[in-house]
């Protein structure tokens, strides 16, 4: 198995580097890849502020993304319903990532955040 960084994800959905491009698809399309939260997290981040893309796009592209067989996260449940809550709840990606450990795996989050507080209360 393989890591990518947030660079080829970001080439391979992007493709405004041609040959970054050919080498990202070539990577991703073809080997067994590990996704890492954090390089998620940065991926989110980068579209979302640098690239100006809407949160519902970013959610679609990434869900498509993650749904490839060869394509593995520490927890794919939790990768998907961040990327639900982020798109419909508008919080930060890395919030989401915490209200769905919680939803997902029941994990108990401390946050003085009061949207994660909410958020988390609400499926109890």
């Known amino acids: 198995m393989e890591i990518v960084d947030a660079n080829v994800i970001l080439r391979y959905l992007l493709k405004d580097h041609k040959s970054h491009f050919i ?4 990577i991703i ?10 390089v998620l997290a940065e991926v ?9 893309i809407p949160s519902g796009r970013i959610c679609f592209a990434l869900t498509e993304l993650l749904a490839y067989q060869n394509i593995s ?4 449940a939790v990768s998907y319903e961040s990327l ?11 919030d989401a990532l915490l209200v769905s450990y919680h939803r997902v795996n029941h994990h108990r989050i401390h946050s003085f ?4 507080n909410k958020l988390c209360r609400s499926v109890q």
């Open 23 to 26: 080498k990202s698809k070539e």
């Open 29 to 38: 399309d073809h080997r067994e890849i590990y996704i890492p939260m954090e």
């Open 44 to 52: 989110v981040y980068v579209l979302e502020k640098v690239y100006d």
């Open 73 to 76: 996260t520490v927890d794919k």
């Open 84 to 94: 639900n809550i982020y798109k419909t709840e508008n919080i930060d990606f890395v």
């Open 113 to 116: 955040d009061k949207k994660v």
